[in-house]
């Protein structure tokens, strides 16, 4: 009799502690609550939560340095978000608005911008810069390194070397090109003009040509340049009344050239 109650004992322990440890198992992996929990004190979780509906933080949500804010879906903060330790986008990140940047903004990668890039201070790219699009400044633009235009670069009022405090300081524009010049008859006593097309070129320009004269013409001077009309060049020429060599020629009909011309606005 008393070996049957020991054995009766000894199942009855191990029978419950073995349920004890399975509902302790339980408990460890999964626990729903279907209430609040009201807490005066912290709430450790030291595994993984996870909200399967909106959850709010009327307070501060302190997240460790071994720590991270993981969010699958939308995170939304109505107020401001102050990150100490940087913030890490593994992917796309969508801002809706205004993104203020008081210190260095930084992207290992490509950063996109869709609308305007509005930069209030100085602004460093230690890398490429690539613009799909028009850019546009309202003050200086310094560039310290070589840049590169893919495609057209409009500029006004560049400044070359000279403060831009004055008018003859910038350039509005810049054209060049090549233009067919004839002058017909030329003598020593009435100088010449002729016109030829230079595509773009205003009455605004300064015109500069290199003249090409080959004999028997090369006594053939030429003595004023002008924009005299929208795409057009003004042209003056005189014969030398002495040769180097002490002949007086009275006129010459040169033959037609191609010159080079310069224009600057």
Not at 89 to 114: E, H, I, K
Request: neutral net charge.
């Amino acid at each position: 009799m008393k070996s049957l109650l020991r054995n009766r004992s000894f199942y009855s322990v191990t029978f419950s502690v073995v349920l004890s440890l399975v509902l302790v198992a339980l408990s460890v992996q999964a626990t729903t609550i279907s209430t609040n929990i009201n807490t005066g004190g912290t709430l450790l979780v030291s595994g993984g939560s996870t909200f399967q509906a909106s959850s709010t933080v009327t307070s501060t949500l302190n997240v460790g340095a071994l720590g991270y804010l993981g969010a699958s879906s939308t995170a939304g903060f109505t107020g401001l978000s102050t990150n100490y330790g940087g913030l890490l986008s593994l992917a796309s990140s969508t801002v809706g608005s205004t993104l203020l940047v008081n210190d260095q903004f930084r992207a290992s990668s490509t950063a996109l911008f869709s609308s305007n890039l509005f930069g209030y201070a100085s602004s460093t790219f230690y890398g490429s810069l690539t613009v799909g699009g028009s850019a546009t400044t309202s003050n200086q633009l310094l560039v310290s390194a070589p840049l590169y235009a893919s495609g057209t670069a409009a500029f006004d009022n560049i400044v070359i070397g000279g403060s831009g405090n004055t008018q003859n300081d910038k350039v509005n524009g810049l054209l060049h090109g090549t233009c067919t010049v004839n002058f017909g008859t030329v003598s020593t006593t009435t100088e010449a003009y002729t016109t030829c097309t230079a595509t773009g070129v205003t009455t605004a320009h300064q015109v500069f040509i290199t003249p090409t004269f080959q004999q028997p013409d090369q006594y053939v001077v030429l003595t004023s340049a002008s924009s005299s009309a929208a795409n057009t060049i003004g042209l003056t020429a005189i014969l030398a009344s002495t040769t180097p060599v002490g002949t007086t020629v009275p006129s010459v009909n040169p033959a037609a050239y191609t010159w080079s011309w310069m224009a600057i606005r």
